[in-house]
């Protein structure tokens, strides 16, 4: 199994520019969440997903769309990139268990973004 | 609203030292706690969880944690910690379901070992 992958591993926007994170898991897991990492702010949850065609928002939601046509992909778009987005973005995935969409979560290995 | 805490930043200790790290939660209800490791480059990897019965729980890599409802903490512990160890920790909170579905971290602290 591979796990999560996500693509690409970095990538250079320039404002106001769109991109897609992709984000895919083979272990047919229920759950599936983006975050972002700041230093010194943890991670904060942006989307998640508890099933196919159906998707909620978390913490930080604004200049972020998604969507889950499948089980395995979860794909994260940005509509018009700015400075603040600047981040390292992760997907996690989970199997559902006791804890929701939060016990268990299996990350990826991230994806650098800079919007300049 | 939830929040946490890790008053460390930074902790620095020897190897074959003990280890505790600290996380403070602020929640209404009995939350589901976390800890998570980020060695560097690296996503994150579940340490262990609690979310009801025995509030002494033990993870993997020897690490264990107890939550104590009377000072909303849930400290991290290891006996004996290896160079391997030195990563950045992560305590979350999370909640689902009738109190509502979200997921807080902590800030982080930053673990060095040194020889």
């Known amino acids: 199994n591979a796990g999560v992958t996500q693509t690409p591993k970095f990538q250079v926007l320039k404002t106001g520019q769109s991109m897609t994170l992709q984000c895919a898991q083979d272990m047919n897991h229920e759950y599936m969440s983006w975050y972002r990492q700041d230093p010194g702010m943890g991670l904060r949850l942006i989307h998640y997903?508890?099933?196919?065609?159906?998707?909620d928002q978390g913490e930080v939601p604004n200049g972020y769309n998604v969507s889950r046509s499948t089980t395995e992909d979860f794909p994260l778009r940005l509509l018009s990139a700015a400075p603040s987005q600047t981040s390292v973005y992760f997907c996690?995935?989970?199997?559902?268990?006791?804890?929701?969409?939060?016990?268990?979560?299996?990350f990826g290995p991230g994806t650098r973004l800079t919007v300049l | 609203a939830q929040s946490v805490t890790q008053p460390d930043i930074h902790i620095t200790v020897s190897e074959g030292a003990s280890l505790e790290l600290r996380c403070n939660y602020s929640y209404g209800a009995t939350p589901y706690l976390f800890w998570y490791v980020q060695s560097p480059g690296q996503g994150l990897q579940l340490l262990l969880k609690?979310?009801?019965?025995?509030?002494l729980v033990q993870g993997i890599k020897g690490f264990e944690a107890e939550f104590k409802r009377s000072q909303s903490s849930f400290n991290l512990r290891k006996p004996s910690v290896h160079w391997s160890d030195a990563a950045e920790y992560f305590c979350?909170?999370?909640?689902?379901?009738?109190?509502?579905?979200?997921?807080?971290f902590g800030a982080g602290t930053i673990l060095r070992v040194k020889s």
């Open positions: 997903s508890v099933g196919a065609g159906i998707t």
């Open positions: 979350a909170v999370g909640a689902y379901g009738e109190y509502g579905n979200k997921l807080v």
């Open positions: 996690a995935s989970s199997p559902g268990l006791a804890g929701g969409p939060w016990d268990t979560q299996y």
């Open positions: 609690y979310f009801s019965g025995d509030t």
